[in-house]
């Protein structure tokens, strides 16, 4: 073997063991999904949310088709979980990402309330591009 | 030059239908339509750097590619992917300054497979995870923090195929006779086709 291939070699197998280990650490990571999130420290019920919330619908255009998306206002589930001051703070959705452990992106207050929560768990920006709507949200973190 | 110009517009819109066609079927099924596209991405740029082993051609087919994605009415989150795209032709232009097609060596032919394919991923999508949110809203360090195991874990499915593709693709006869009236006749009803796809969200 040349020193060139044995070169290109080891960075290969290099980048693959930190694929494997990423992949690992995923996989370790075991989500509970269940019918709740928690918004900082709170569990709250997707009942609850759907009983106290205000319930909006949103038009997004989907893939050139403008479609209609239902659910409850985010800003008025941060309002639930008791937040001081929720327009001081910022917002991390979390939700299950394609390889296992948690995929999340942190948005406004002005998104929040723009912002709703399906009955799905999806959150939908109606402002914001699709990466910022997550899929079965599981946590939402108040920083 | 004329066919080197006609095959950038050729390969590129090419690429730039299969991002809008394929791409998005997969998306929409949930079928790791990032890793996929990345490897057809970098399977394309490869074949046409061995074929007319010219720098700056591939980038240039990635802005075509780019921008076709950026325009197609149909897509989702078309900003991540054209940014996505564009990425992917800088990468490989910065990773393949070395003539890796030259090599006669299977190793190092499946080595750079893997080494670009896993770059090209993993930069494409955390390009993704920084330019989107500064342009459209605000970049948090922690967000991409936190979501990087995902990219890397995705990055390694990556790997494997750049690493099966580019000895097989270096394999394909380089010399591919056709004639002159044929070659820019099929290549301008390609290119029009492609984009005419794109453009009626097919």
Known sequence: MSRREFVISVIALLLLATGIASSLYLHSQQINKGDFITVGNEKIFMDDIFKKCRIISVEVNDKGVLKNYTGALLSDIINMSRVKNPEEHKYTVAGPGKEGGLYQKTVEWEDMMNGILTEDKRTIFPDLPRAFWIKDVIKIEVI | MKKKVLAIILFGSIWGLLECSLGDY????????????????????????????????????????????????????????????????????????????????????????????????????????????????????RDLISNLPIIIAGATYALIIGAVMLPLILAIPKEIKIRNTLYYTASAAIIALSWIAVIAGI
């Not at chain 2, 149909?74 to 992917?81: D, T």
């Not at chain 2, 394919?117 to 360090?141: D, E, H, N, V, W």
Request: glycine share 10%; hydrophobic share 50%.
């Open chain 2, 26 to 141: 997969l998306h929409t099924h949930g079928i790791g339509a990032g890793i996929i596209m990345a490897g057809i991405a970098f399977s394309i740029m490869a074949y046409t750097r061995f074929a007319y082993d010219t720098k700056g051609m591939q980038l240039c087919m990635a802005s075509i590619a780019a921008i076709m994605r950026h325009f197609n009415p149909m897509g989702g989150c078309l900003l991540c992917a054209s940014i996505s795209i564009f990425v992917e032709g800088l990468v490989f232009e910065a990773l393949w300054i070395i003539p890796w097609h030259k090599e006669k060596s299977n190793i190092i032919r499946m080595g750079m497979g893997a080494i670009s394919g896993y770059s090209i991923y993993s930069i494409g999508y955390i390009a993704t995870q920084i330019i989107t949110p500064m342009i459209t809203s605000k970049f948090y360090l």
